[in-house]
């Protein structure tokens, strides 16, 4: 079965720190890869994708998430952590060969920054 | 231009009473999804629409739930004879295209409450 995992529940980093935020999936062939980020009481808001190319992709808000075929991993990097970087991160795949778009998302990593 | 909008934002029923949630997907777009959120979950994909067309429902519930997006208009999620298990938030996004490169763009939700 297709399917995304985040493995931690929560972060927590201080301010100006990296943060890393990990994603793991489990599909055949070559996955889109997403990262959206979900603030209370808000919908989600997309931060980036992988489609092809270079292993590392840069996002909105000085997010950026490296590729890694062998280890079907995307993780979220940030190379330092702001207080507002506080919020639900949701790693997502849609499907290879899927014609209609749908995304598979991972149960969702909460980050805490500490100032 | 406004971003996809979700009414109303907050809504409780009965038990046994019907439930209507209504999407606006962003201006231009034609493709619109359906995503369920449970407490303490990540989304679960629920439907896609184009107008007038149900494309995919394989995350439905098969009784109860039912989908449209007419020619002129909002989408309509449509939970009949609500139960407590259908508390959740239910989002809506759209896109320009059912092809997988494409983000998909969020609304703020409709969170359930079924007493």
């Known amino acids: 079965a297709q399917s995304v995992a985040q493995p931690e529940d929560q972060v927590n980093v201080a301010e100006g720190n990296p943060l890393t935020v990990k994603c793991t999936y489990s599909?055949?062939?070559?996955?889109?890869l997403f990262w959206y980020v979900q603030y209370p009481n808000r919908g989600l808001q997309f931060l980036l994708k992988?489609?092809?190319?270079?292993?590392l992709v840069k996002g909105s808000y000085g997010f950026e998430a490296e590729f890694n075929k062998s280890q079907t991993s995307f993780h979220l990097k940030k190379p330092s952590a702001l207080v507002s970087d506080s919020a639900l991160y949701f790693c997502?795949?849609?499907?290879?060969?899927?014609?209609?778009?749908?995304?598979?998302f991972g149960q969702g990593t909460t980050l805490q920054v500490k100032p | 231009n406004a971003g996809v909008m979700q009414n109303p934002r907050h809504l409780v029923r009965r038990r046994g009473q019907e439930a209507r949630l209504r999407c606006s997907p962003m201006?231009?777009?034609?493709?619109v999804y359906w995503y369920r959120q449970l407490p303490e979950e990540g989304l679960k994909f629920m439907v896609y629409?184009?107008?007038?067309?149900?494309?995919?429902e394989s995350g439905m519930p098969k009784e109860r739930f039912s989908a449209e997006f007419p020619k002129e208009g909002p989408s309509i999620l449509r939970i009949q004879q609500v139960v407590r298990g259908d508390s959740a938030a239910y989002f809506c996004?759209?896109?320009?295209?059912?092809?997988?490169?494409?983000?998909?763009?969020f609304g703020p939700g409709t969170r359930l409450t079924v007493t």
């Open positions: 996004a759209s896109s320009t295209t059912a092809r997988q490169a494409y983000e998909q763009y």
């Open positions: 599909v055949s062939g070559n996955p889109y």
């Open positions: 992988y489609i092809t190319g270079d292993n």
């Open positions: 997502a795949v849609s499907p290879p060969g899927s014609n209609t778009g749908k995304l598979i």
């Open positions: 201006k231009g777009h034609s493709h």
């Open positions: 629409l184009q107008k007038e067309n149900i494309i995919d």
